[in-house]
């Protein structure tokens, strides 16, 4: 579906040609350019949180970790917006575009789940389990090579390199026991991972063209470690973190 966006996108693009620019066909993308751009974001992240007995007096039963552990379904992912500027490099060699290009910007995506479960090691009074996750991340760097192919004003591309971000992971445990069990943690990191994508362009005079664009990001997985401070339950939370950039923009070339 997101290779459909992009080249839907793409062509869209060349539907803002006027009829007089088809004429420019010694149209030459070699130098320097800045521009902006904006669009849409979703997640494609996917998050689980692994629960073992802790080191306290009275640690989690095992019954009550077969159901925590249990495989739920995977909740739907954010959807945002995105949007940031770039800047760039091309050198035209026949109809060959070759380029690096990098870009910075807000990429609003995350993805969070609360479950409440009921424990089976004690029947009465009923006790239940809390279980929340979330991870999010809130701007993308990338520093990527092109590829493209060019007919006059016209060009398509792909392009594939380095993305970074930082991202935030949250849980926390609950329960309603009599003294109760209780826990979360909070943590970031400054992923790297790897971008890559399809696109087109169009350039309407020598020095401003337009874009549009589909790029995947992929940061790999987070994964930390944490306990109750009573030491009832240890968790592992591990969030693997993808998202997919759907964006229009603007070149200024030098």
């Known amino acids: 579906m997101s290779l459909k966006l992009a080249l839907t996108a ?13 004429a420019q066909e010694d149209y030459d993308w070699t130098g320097f350019y800045v521009g902006g751009n904006l669009g849409a974001s979703w997640g494609d992240t996917s998050m689980k949180t692994r629960i073992e007995p802790g080191r306290g007096a009275a640690p989690i039963d095992p019954r009550d970790i077969a159901v925590l552990n249990a ?6 992912n954010d959807t945002g917006f995105t949007g940031g500027v770039q800047g760039g490099l091309n050198y035209q060699t026949g109809s060959w575009v070759f380029g690096l290009e990098t870009d910075v910007g807000w990429m609003d995506i995350g993805q969070s789940r609360s479950n409440s479960i009921i424990l089976p090691s004690v029947l009465n ?4 389990a809390t279980l929340s996750q979330e991870v999010s991340t809130d701007w993308v760097w990338t520093l990527r090579p092109r590829i493209g192919w060019a007919s006059g004003p016209y060009m398509i591309y792909g ?10 992971v949250k849980a926390s445990y609950t329960d309603n026991r009599a003294l109760g069990n209780t826990g979360s943690f909070t943590d970031d990191d400054t992923k790297t991972g790897w971008a890559a994508g399809l696109g087109g362009a169009y350039a309407f005079s020598d020095n401003v063209s337009v874009r549009g664009e589909w790029i995947y990001t992929d940061f790999g997985e987070v994964r930390a470690t944490w306990v109750t401070p009573n030491g009832y339950a240890a968790f592992t939370t591990e969030s693997d973190t993808r998202a997919n950039l ?9």
Do not use: H, Q, W
């Open 10 to 22: 793409a062509g869209c693009i060349s539907l803002l040609a006027p009829a007089s620019a088809l």
């Open 125 to 128: 009074p009923p006790i239940t």
């Open 71 to 76: 495989p739920i379904a995977e909740d739907s």
């Open 246 to 254: 759907l964006r229009i923009g603007m070149d200024y070339k030098f």
């Open 159 to 168: 392009t594939a390199g380095l993305a970074v971000s930082n991202i935030e």
